[in-house]
């Protein structure tokens, strides 16, 4: 059984980063990774995702080469790396894991979620 832990959310002002982490406990070889997002009162979406061996990544056209995403399969741990936050960017961030290779963006797709981390960017 596969499980997600975030961790790396917290306060920070506009401009800033910060670096998500998201651990995963049990087999998760060949999976794709992804990360979404719900702010209060809006549908989750989605933010970028990477494929096992890291040839396949996607992201949101919001991200606009602030984020990136990575990953170091012999840790089992996928990352974000936010750079120029914006207050828009207050949101939920959820880790999931999807079973095949795809790299998909739809979260219907993905099988296993964490619990998520919260992200606060104040102006």
């Known amino acids: 059984q596969v499980q997600l832990v975030e961790s790396g959310g917290g306060l920070v002002r506009a401009g800033g980063s910060l670096r998500l982490s998201c651990a995963a406990s049990?087999?998760?070889?060949?999976?794709?990774m992804g990360w979404f997002r719900q702010a209060p009162g809006k549908e989750r979406e989605f933010v970028a995702a990477?494929?096992?061996?890291?040839?396949?990544?996607n992201y949101a056209d919001f991200v606009n080469g602030r984020f990136t995403i990575f990953r170091d399969n012999a840790k089992n741990t996928v990352y974000l790396q936010m750079n120029s936050l914006q207050p828009e960017d207050t949101a939920v961030y959820y880790c999931?894991?999807?079973?095949?290779?795809?790299?998909?963006?739809?979260?219907?797709?993905?099988?296993?979620w964490g619990q998520g981390t919260q992200v606060t960017v104040s102006s």
């Open positions: 999931a894991a999807d079973r095949t290779t795809a790299v998909h963006t739809t979260a219907l797709e993905y099988d296993v």
């Open positions: 049990g087999r998760i070889f060949g999976y794709t």
């Open positions: 990477i494929s096992w061996s890291s040839s396949g990544i």
